[in-house]
């Protein structure tokens, strides 16, 4: 098979005083993400889309979050790893598209920084990676500002 596409997904809540990192990027903002490693959701569901590509299984396969080593990783340490799976096995990636749903704060002006990292620890064009912002317009948990969600898809060719 010389294509396979994945798809990844990922939530994570928002509490005042931790840092937002969305696809490597820092982002002011009052409240950043719940979690065990930096809580970039945007990379983790990037992550589940590549693993996902080749049936390896999910982030928290590889990166479990009961493993201290893991314990507020860098999680562009962990998409590199997630890419290195990949190109063992013979493939590149095509592109990736993600779809990030957050009410505030306003994050479209950082689309192009975003994109820019992303493709640098993936090691690809800025071409092969889309990124999108929007809200839920004040509808369920992303619009009552309690956290966010995150859709990926990748698709690898081999190389």
Partial sequence: MDYRIGQGYDVHALREGLPMWLCGVRIESPVG????????VAIHALCDALLGALALGDIGHHFPDSSEEFRGIDSKVLLARVMA????????LGNA???I???????????PEMRASLAAVLGVG?????VKATTT????FVGRGEG???WAVALLRRG
């Fill in 33 to 40: 993400f719940v979690a065990h490693s930096d809580g970039d």
């Fill in 85 to 92: 799976m990949v190109r063992e096995r013979g493939y590149e």
């Fill in 97 to 99: 598209d993600i779809t």
């Fill in 101 to 111: 749903a957050l009410q505030a704060p306003k994050i479209g002006a950082r689309v």
């Fill in 126 to 130: 800025v071409d092969s990676i889309s």
């Fill in 137 to 140: 317009e004040r509808l369920g």
């Fill in 148 to 150: 966010c969600e995150v």
